[in-house]
């Protein structure tokens, strides 16, 4: 991977399940790291193929290998933010990680 199609910061968050004042489970996210990406607009024929997987994903992004992240995590970019949907690991080989994302509106 080139560090210089790395040109997006990043931050990774993890969920951190939390109880409200009635007992019933809060879902929040909590920064885990903060990582250089490249992100890819999917478009086309790329759009099409990745609607097998959820109609949403509108993103993929690659980072280096973090081996905590999950598809249970989300990224935020600047005010926006990212749900995860998809994490591969890149050819098995611990180094470059694909993650298939949509954005996630308020």
Avoid: C
């Amino acid at each position: 991977m080139k560090a210089g199609l790395l040109r997006e910061r990043i931050t990774l968050q993890a969920p951190a399940g939390d109880r409200d004042t009635y007992g019933a489970e809060e879902l929040t996210y909590v920064d885990r790291l903060t990582v250089w990406a490249a992100i890819k607009p999917l478009r086309g024929k790329e759009l099409v193929e990745q609607r097998a997987v959820r109609e949403e994903i509108t993103h993929k992004v690659e980072i280096r290998y973090v081996p905590e992240v999950n598809a249970k995590w989300r990224f935020t970019l600047g005010s926006r933010t990212f749900q995860i949907e998809s994490v591969i690991n890149v050819l098995e080989r611990n180094f470059k990680l694909e993650l298939l994302a949509y954005e996630v509106f308020p």
